[in-house]
Nanobody
Framework: QVQLVESGGGLVQPGGSLRLSCAAS????????MGWYRQAPGKQRELVAS???????NYADSVKGRFTISRDYNKNNLYLQMNSLKPEDTAVYYC?????????????????WGQGTLVTVSS
């Protein structure tokens, strides 16, 4: 199958920076879109940033100008550079990938999710 593993979360003061990483592994034939989502306590999961296989990038309005998404196509890795962090950025951040998986029956589509990494912005 496919695994997505996030890292890089932690506690940071307002105005600080963090860099999240997501490593995809397993029986991957191809990854199309990848993205970062977040879920704050008591709120629904929301899209933070996404990138297509063709390099088209989309950001939530709340993070534009502060966050940068990037992707290593060779390693199937995804990154999120977060600058000028605010307390309202506190959430569990999840990596998501639209994957074509090699399986015994051929290629199968999979909407894969990581386990999440906690980002806390607080003084």
């Amino acid at each position: 199958q496919v695994q997505l593993v996030e890292s890089g979360g932690g506690l940071v003061q307002p105005g600080g920076s963090l860099r999240l990483s997501c490593a995809a592994s397993g029986s991957i034939f191809r990854i199309n879109d990848m993205g970062w989502y977040r879920q704050a306590p008591g709120k629904q999961r929301e899209l933070v940033a996404s990138t297509t296989s063709g390099g088209v990038i989309n950001y939530a309005d709340s993070v534009k100008g502060r966050f940068t998404i990037s992707r290593d196509y060779n390693k199937n890795n995804l990154y999120l550079q977060m600058n000028s962090l605010k307390p309202e950025d506190t959430a569990v951040y999840y990596c998501n990938a639209d994957v074509w998986v090699n399986s015994a029956i051929g290629l199968s589509p999979l909407d894969a999710w990581g386990q999440g990494t906690l980002v806390t912005v607080s003084s």
